[in-house]
């Protein structure tokens, strides 16, 4: 599975961005799907997932209200809807995919970086004050 991130760039305070997770090799449509975020100097963290079977989705207290993850699983991409956008919001984000194998797998949210088997090298996103 190869993730492509993109839709990442420059905002001011307030605006909106929509990032896009394409995936290629195979259907993302069945895979529990995060997305992730790394400020400069700090761990990266989790901000949204999305589930492999009724996508339903989890998101990080930070960014609850303001984004919303998606999947369009006729285009086999991800999206995350960023709104009410804030300089703390600046950050690479990251998508990444989790090969689920049973029923239970597919169903769970996970918001642990080392529960994801595959990457996307990452969008920059920019909030200016």
């Not at 991130?5 to 307030?14: D, N």
């Not at 975020?37 to 990080?60: M, N």
């Not at 995350?80 to 239970?104: F, G, H, V």
């Amino acid at each position: 599975v190869q993730l492509v991130e993109s839709g990442g760039g420059l905002v001011q305070a307030g605006g909106s961005l929509r990032l896009s997770c394409v995936a290629t090799g195979r259907s993302l449509s069945n895979l529990p799907t995060g997305w992730f975020r790394q400020a400069p100097g700090k761990e990266r963290e989790f901000v949204a997932a999305i589930s492999g079977r009724d996508d339903s989705t989890l998101y990080a207290d930070s960014v609850k209200g303001r984004f919303t993850i998606s999947r369009d699983c006729a285009q086999n991409t991800v999206y995350l809807q960023m709104n009410s956008l804030n300089p703390e919001d600046t950050a690479d984000y990251y998508c990444a995919a989790k090969i689920a194998r049973t029923w239970y797998g597919r169903s769970a949210l996970y918001r642990g970086a080392h529960e994801y088997d595959y990457w996307g090298q990452g969008t920059q996103v920019t909030v200016s004050s």
